[in-house]
């Protein structure tokens, strides 16, 4: 028997290695042709009348010898759908377009207001293109985004991606939004979901106030010499500017303002403020900054945690009661004004009235987002879906007009972190 069972053993592991050698042979395992392939990263979608304009930032990869990192050209093509428009990729420049790489879609201001879905179907029937795939849409055109070389990345889409990230939505600076996350609002019975808008800044801000002067005979002197000076130093500052221009010229970019969208377009643009105070309510802050004004100073508090809690009752007379009850663990992060003692200066010695301010700030911030939304119909508090899930019986009949009858109670309470 043993002899047997030992024979038989090493009949099985000559199946199981055969069956391996079987799939090895007949799985795809060829490797990638860089040359003949566009490794898609980023995105843009614009229309013009009926036709689609996309412009595709893609990797081209660099010798390992030649020292150079692998850098990124943008190609602009046309179609009536999206698919055509990355087809005439192909008939251009021979590569085919890769979007397995692809983490960034941005579409352009008259994409977002018509139906931003018409332009995304094609990413949502790809079985390549993750759902995790950041979207995110501009003021203007989304091609000149993708052509901006940014300051902290020579890639735009990695830069942009960098903005769009999860900590930005911890610390309520932004509020991202993927593929997956945008269909599954537009095909809700709210047909509501939201995106932020990607602008560039500046890389340094102009200082505006009048030029400290020195006074005196010290003073006088000084200009002397400045004058003196001024005449040797123009050719080298003019050498200088044409060296360190084009890095001074590089902006940056910033997503801190968050688009509504109902039924696929854009209806309407919550501002900073409201984009943080919408992100205390639905999302969970870690580290943020909140900034309050109380007795003529300026204080910075340091928002540890937040717990939101949310709730929808409907009324006898089929008006909803949406209740929002937020309460935030902070401490002070820092004040305009100096302190008058210099010793033990602690993160929960927040100033007395500086709680109160913020409640009373961040309540008013959650009301103008609240009734931004509720004017523009994008129900992106959920207040529909609430009503499904607690009011199932009578949410055919009131589903209609829920939003536009909505009380609102807003109650938000600041705790010391001690």
């Not at 013009?48 to 602009?76: H, L, M, N, R, W």
């Not at 979007?99 to 139906?115: H, S």
């Not at 849409?137 to 990695?158: E, P, R, Y």
């Not at 004004?293 to 928002?303: F, I, K, M, P, T």
């Amino acid at each position: 028997m043993r002899k047997l069972h030992q024979k038989n053993t090493v009949r099985y592991f000559l199946i199981v290695i055969a069956a391996l050698f079987f799939l090895f042979l007949s799985g795809d395992f060829g490797l990638i042709d860089v040359q003949k392939t566009a490794i898609v990263m980023a995105v843009g979608i614009d229309r013009e009348d009926d036709t689609f304009i996309v412009t595709s930032q893609i990797a081209v990869p660099k010798a390992s010898d030649s020292g150079k990192s692998s850098e990124t050209v943008q190609i602009v093509s046309r179609g009536n759908t999206v698919a055509d428009a990355f087809e005439e990729i192909n008939a251009k420049t021979g590569w085919y377009p890769k979007l397995v790489f692809c983490r960034l879609i941005l579409l352009g201001e008259k994409t977002a207001q018509d139906n931003a879905v018409d332009a995304l179907d094609f990413f949502l029937l790809d079985e390549y293109l993750s759902d995790n795939c950041l979207v995110a849409t501009c003021d203007g055109f989304a091609k000149d985004i993708l052509n901006v070389k940014a300051l902290v990345d020579a890639s735009g889409s990695v830069a942009i991606q960098k903005v769009l990230s999860s900590h930005a939505q911890r610390v309520g600076t932004v509020l991202p939004s993927t593929l997956r996350e945008f269909s599954i609002g537009y095909y809700s019975e709210s047909k509501s979901s939201f995106l932020p808008v990607l602008k560039t800044q500046p890389q340094q801000e102009e200082i505006t106030g009048d030029t400290p002067q020195n006074g005196g005979a010290g003073g006088s002197q000084s200009n002397q010499q400045s004058e003196a000076g001024s005449q040797d130093s123009q050719s080298g500052q003019s050498n200088q500017s044409g060296q360190s221009g084009g890095e001074a010229e590089k902006p940056v970019f910033s997503a801190s303002e968050t688009a509504l969208f109902y039924a696929g377009k854009r209806v309407g643009t919550l501002t900073e403020e409201e984009t943080f105070a919408f992100n205390a309510v639905k999302n969970k802050l870690r580290l943020a900054s909140y900034s309050v004004e109380a007795d003529g100073n300026a204080y910075s508090l340091a928002v540890k945690s937040n717990s939101p809690k949310t709730s929808c009752k409907l009324g006898k007379d089929g008006r909803a009661a949406y209740s929002i009850r937020l309460t935030l663990s902070a401490g002070l992060l820092d004040s305009a004004k100096a302190f008058e003692k210099t010793e033990g200066i602690d993160v929960g010695d927040v100033p007395t009235g500086a709680f109160a301010a913020a409640e009373k700030l961040l309540s008013a911030q959650i009301s103008s987002a609240f009734e931004k939304a509720r004017v523009s119909g994008c129900d992106v508090f959920g207040v529909l879906e609430a009503l499904q899930k607690r009011e199932n019986k009578r949410f055919a009949e009131v589903k209609n007009t829920a939003l536009e009858n909505t009380v609102l109670d807003v109650s938000v309470r600041f705790k010391n972190v001690r």
